[in-house]
């Protein structure tokens, strides 16, 4: 807190101005906020608990383990070098911009059907085409098979098009491409031929601008409903051609293409490689993210195998560090300010009783799982070991686990399409920090991760809880009627719930938000104004969830709660809800609050 500045006057610098005077971005950071403390608190405890060998581990952990230690095992990645990543290019098909007589020997039978399959099946890279599955957005009880516009190499399609700081991050990328090229031409005794890598990596690059301008900018993409069509196969050939992606692909030779696909995986494989490889991509990291220093390795690797493994790393992180009665109190929280959304429906006179009605039907089916899966600590439960009985890793090949790794995920997502939906099943980890509401599944997720200091902790004031986690809680529900949320109903299916009227009057409600939000700027992102519509369902989250989290928390203390007081401050119970509310929400040194989706 900075005391000095009047609450009344800002806010923001009484609540968080001391964090702002006393921290400054860490080289290794793009962004700083109380999100990356606690990421890097547990990522701590973590490291602890995988370099932790005992002959008690269940098999999942051992294996968690060895991944661990495979990663961390530099001495021989740095002396394997560059060859695991040569030997898959050439079960890929080759890398042109690597060969020279790849137009000869590999060219005349390339078809860009089979290298797309193999590309989704062996290596899980989705490229040209995203072809995934998930639950059917009208029939939440069953997956079906999804396509959508491409991903690209670059995290937005606005980097390919913008001028200033875009342009830099634009000339970075090529200079990695082409640096990787080279690297690999020299160790397969190739000469440079640095003309050569130019116009080729100039020709993806290209490529991919072609099919950033083909794909849809976020703000067309808002509206759910507007993107599910749902086809059988022949209708998908007969009616829906993928007219702007053949119209690209007519112009490229299988050259390029092949260029493209086969860059794609290698800019996801180059974390796994020697550090000359990393070194490459320092520029343009730099260019993008604005940092300076790579992170050191154990946290490189912590955050990996507990991305890959999280089953087994969240079983290790919940008997180390997570309060096991932590669970019941979630609960009542979550109950508190649930009824609480309930009981504030009826204030609101834009809705009519109809739609209240099914809205708060749809807020008391609102399933909630709450820090772990229970079978990940139950010994004879083999459901745990099951989920990795596929993966074999080895300590000294880092790399080949890592595509052990994307096989295993691709097959996971593949295998869906002919079973259930299990609604009862985790898709995330319990060493988590963040949370989340599912739409398809009508059902808030608080991992284990999330539920610690300052957000949750049975010893500290309620005030604390309620203004912490008690906002996240009231921020997930509020996620299920947000302008993205409102299209489900409380199966999770998408489905027009609202009348007429209700649904206008929230149109005109979002309008007026986009507006004051849109209105925003900030001095340091060169008066920048956020993007109302963009960040429209947050913002009613927000502020949904603060205004559920104070009335809860006020209606307990009415019902006879006894709160504490913290020492050494002089502050009421209010006050100290609403600066625990800022600091977790506000306390971050970027140019917008955290988001927690």
């Given at each position: 807190m900075d005391p000095s500045q009047e609450p009344c006057d800002d806010f923001y610098q009484y609540a968080c101005g001391g964090w702002l005077q006393r921290h400054v971005i860490p080289e290794t950071n793009s962004r700083y906020s109380v999100f990356d403390i606690l990421r890097d608190e547990l990522e701590v405890i973590l490291k602890a608990v995988l370099e932790n060998s005992t002959t008690e581990d269940r098999p999942a952990v051992k294996k968690a383990k060895m991944l661990y230690r495979s990663c961390m095992n530099q001495s021989v990645i740095e002396k394997r070098d560059s060859q695991p990543l040569l030997d898959i290019l050439e079960a890929v098909g080759g890398w042109p911009v690597a060969m020279d007589d790849w137009n000869e020997?590999?060219?005349?039978?390339?078809?860009?059907?089979?290298?797309?399959?193999?590309?989704n099946t062996q290596f899980n890279r989705r490229v040209l085409i995203d072809l995934f599955i998930w639950n059917d957005d009208q029939n939440s009880s069953r997956h079906i098979i999804y396509i959508d516009q491409p991903t690209l190499g670059m995290p937005s399609r606005e980097y390919y098009f913008?001028?200033?700081?875009?342009?830099?991050?634009?000339?970075?990328?090529?200079?990695?491409?082409?640096?990787?090229?080279?690297?690999?031409?020299?160790?397969?005794?190739?000469?440079?031929?640095?003309?050569?890598?130019?116009?080729?990596?100039?020709?993806?690059?290209?490529?991919?601008?072609?099919?950033?301008?083909?794909?849809?900018?976020?703000?067309?993409?808002?509206?759910?409903?507007?993107?599910?069509?749902?086809?059988?196969?022949?209708?998908?050939?007969?009616?829906?051609?993928?007219?702007?992606?053949?119209?690209?692909?007519?112009?490229?030779?299988?050259?390029?293409?092949?260029?493209?696909?086969?860059?794609?995986?290698?800019?996801?494989?180059?974390?796994?490689?020697?550090?000359?490889?990393?070194?490459?991509?320092?520029?343009?990291?730099?260019?993008?993210?604005?940092?300076?220093?790579?992170?050191?390795?154990?946290?490189?690797c912590v955050s990996y195998v507990n991305s890959n493994m999280e089953s087994a790393v969240g079983s290790l992180y919940v008997k180390e560090a997570f309060p096991g009665d932590s669970k019941s109190m979630v609960r009542e929280l979550i109950n508190k300010v649930r009824a609480v959304f309930v009981e504030t429906l009826d204030e609101l006179g834009w809705m009519d009783e109809e739609s209240k009605k099914k809205a708060q039907e749809k807020a008391m089916s609102i399933r909630e799982q709450i820090g772990y899966p229970d079978y990940i600590l139950e010994e004879k439960n083999k459901h745990l070991d099951e989920e990795y009985s596929n993966l074999n890793f080895s300590e000294d090949l880092y790399f080949e686990n890592g595509l052990q790794n994307l096989k295993a995920g691709a097959h996971r997502s593949?295998?869906?399409?002919?079973?259930?939906?299990?609604?009862?099943?985790?898709?995330?980890?319990?060493?988590v920090v963040n949370a989340f509401?599912?739409?398809?599944?009508?059902?808030i997720v608080f991992p284990a991760g999330i539920l610690q200091p300052p957000f949750f902790s049975k010893e500290q004031p309620q005030a604390l809880n309620f203004g912490g986690i008690g906002m996240v809680i009231g921020h997930e529900i509020t996620h299920g009627f947000d302008d993205n949320g409102r299209n489900f109903d409380k199966n999770g299916n998408m489905l027009d719930w609202w009348s007429n009227f209700s649904a206008q009057h929230f149109r005109e409600q979002s309008e007026c938000m986009i507006y004051q939000y849109g209105n925003y700027s900030w001095d340091l992102a060169d008066e920048q104004n956020v993007n109302g519509f963009s960040t429209l369902g947050e913002n009613i989250a927000d502020n949904g969830g603060v205004r559920q989290a104070y009335k809860a928390y006020l209606k307990w203390m009415a019902e006879g709660g006894k709160d504490q007081q913290l020492p050494g401050l002089e502050l009421t119970y209010n006050q100290l809800f609403f600066i625990n509310y800022a600091q977790v929400q506000w306390q971050a040194l970027v140019p917008y609050p955290p988001i927690i989706v």
């Open positions: 020997t590999k060219g005349p039978e390339w078809l860009l059907e089979r290298q797309l399959a193999v590309m913008n001028g200033g700081s875009n342009q830099k991050v634009r000339k970075a990328y090529l200079q990695f491409m082409m640096s990787v090229a080279t690297m690999l031409r020299e160790d397969m005794s190739l000469p440079k031929n640095s003309h050569l890598v130019q116009e080729d990596m100039m020709q993806v690059l290209e490529l991919e601008t072609q099919l950033a301008n083909a794909t849809a900018p976020q703000e067309e993409r808002h509206d759910v409903t507007t993107l599910y069509h749902r086809m059988d196969l022949e209708e998908l050939q007969n009616k829906f051609g993928l007219k702007n992606l053949e119209n690209i692909m007519d112009i490229y030779p299988a050259r390029t293409m092949q260029n493209y696909l086969v860059w794609r995986l290698v800019l996801d494989r180059i974390s796994s490689l020697s550090q000359r490889f990393k070194d490459a991509r320092v520029n343009y990291r730099k260019a993008l993210y604005g940092t300076t220093v790579e992170e050191v390795r154990w946290r490189e593949l295998k869906k399409l002919r079973e259930k939906v299990d609604q009862n099943l985790w898709i995330i980890g319990a060493a509401y599912s739409p398809n599944r009508n059902q």
